[in-house]
């Protein structure tokens, strides 16, 4: 049994998503990010880092209750613990990992980024908006570019790279990037969304109460460590 610690964000949905996948059976914790309770004790001692997802796999290595933290970790932990979605072969093992950390180090954080001045900064954030909008827009290009020569993100087959970046893709309409510009982004993404596994993991995730949009200014202050939780 794996105890999943999760909420609604992407990097959650890369993980509901590798689970249902490789049919491994866990029970969701929800830490509820916009309460603090990713700083509470308990779940500190699982993630110093006080971030969710996260995940303890009670069938470790050794058969002693393991803890993973750190998405991409999460999702080449599983991988190698079912043998699913990340290939033996070097060559093209380490052509999916290419494109797992393009998701790692440039999608989710290019991305989020532009999500947080979007939604959540005061305004006057002009440069700041410019900046992410046209750094989310040229990833969505070489994504493009990448699906014009091969079917999925790590080569010829659905990999842990397609998994890590199709969550950070579900928004592309509000992001300003139309499918119907992309069409090696749209038949990528259709095809991911129809996936019974992708559908399951999507499914358990709307079915979520977020207190995102009841967040008091506090709440945000201290997720977003500004304010009085800023360090100096």
């Given at each position: 049994?794996?105890d999943?610690?999760?909420?609604?964000?992407?990097?959650?949905?890369?993980?509901?998503?590798?689970?249902?996948?490789?049919?491994?059976?866990?029970?969701?914790?929800?830490?509820?990010?916009?309460?603090?309770?990713?700083?509470?004790?308990?779940?500190?001692?699982?993630?110093?880092?006080?971030?969710?997802?996260?995940?303890?796999d009670?069938?470790?290595?050794?058969?002693?209750?393991?803890?993973?933290?750190?998405?991409?970790?999460?999702?080449?932990?599983?991988?190698?613990?079912?043998?699913?979605?990340?290939?033996?072969?070097?060559?093209?093992?380490?052509?999916?990992?290419?494109?797992?950390?393009?998701?790692l180090?440039?999608?989710?954080?290019?991305?989020?980024?532009?999500?947080?001045?979007?939604?959540?900064?005061?305004?006057?954030?002009?440069?700041?908006?410019?900046?992410?909008?046209?750094?989310?827009?040229?990833?969505?290009?070489?994504?493009?570019?990448?699906?014009?020569?091969?079917p999925?993100?790590?080569?010829?087959?659905?990999?842990?790279?397609?998994?890590?970046?199709?969550?950070?893709?579900?928004?592309?309409?509000?992001?300003?990037?139309?499918?119907?510009d992309?069409?090696?982004?749209?038949?990528?993404?259709?095809?991911?969304?129809?996936?019974?596994?992708v559908?399951?993991?999507?499914?358990?995730?709307?079915?979520?109460?977020?207190?995102?949009?009841t967040?008091?200014?506090?709440?945000?202050?201290?997720?977003?460590?500004?304010?009085?939780?800023?360090?100096?």
């Amino acid at each position: 049994m794996i105890d999943l610690y999760a909420l609604t964000s992407p990097n959650v949905q890369k993980i509901y998503i590798m689970l249902e996948e490789c049919g491994l059976p866990y029970k969701e914790h929800f830490v509820d990010v916009w309460k603090g309770d990713q700083y509470k004790p308990e779940f500190a001692k699982i993630n110093p880092n006080n971030k969710i997802p996260a995940i303890v796999d009670h069938d470790g290595p050794g058969g002693k209750p393991y803890p993973v933290i750190e998405s991409g970790a999460i999702l080449m932990y599983l991988a190698e613990k079912t043998g699913k979605f990340l290939p033996k072969d070097m060559a093209k093992k380490y052509d999916v990992l290419q494109w797992l950390f393009i998701q790692l180090t440039g999608v989710g954080p290019m991305f989020g980024q532009w999500t947080h001045f979007k939604l959540f900064a005061p305004k006057g954030n002009d440069y700041s908006m410019a900046r992410y909008t046209s750094e989310i827009k040229r990833l969505y290009e070489v994504l493009e570019t990448r699906l014009g020569k091969v079917p999925y993100l790590g080569g010829q087959e659905y990999s842990i790279a397609d998994i890590a970046t199709f969550p950070w893709t579900r928004n592309h309409d509000a992001q300003g990037v139309k499918w119907d510009d992309n069409p090696n982004l749209a038949r990528w993404f259709n095809a991911i969304n129809e996936r019974p596994a992708v559908k399951a993991a999507l499914a358990k995730v709307g079915a979520i109460k977020s207190n995102r949009e009841t967040a008091s200014d506090d709440d945000k202050d201290r997720f977003f460590n500004r304010g009085r939780y800023a360090r100096a």
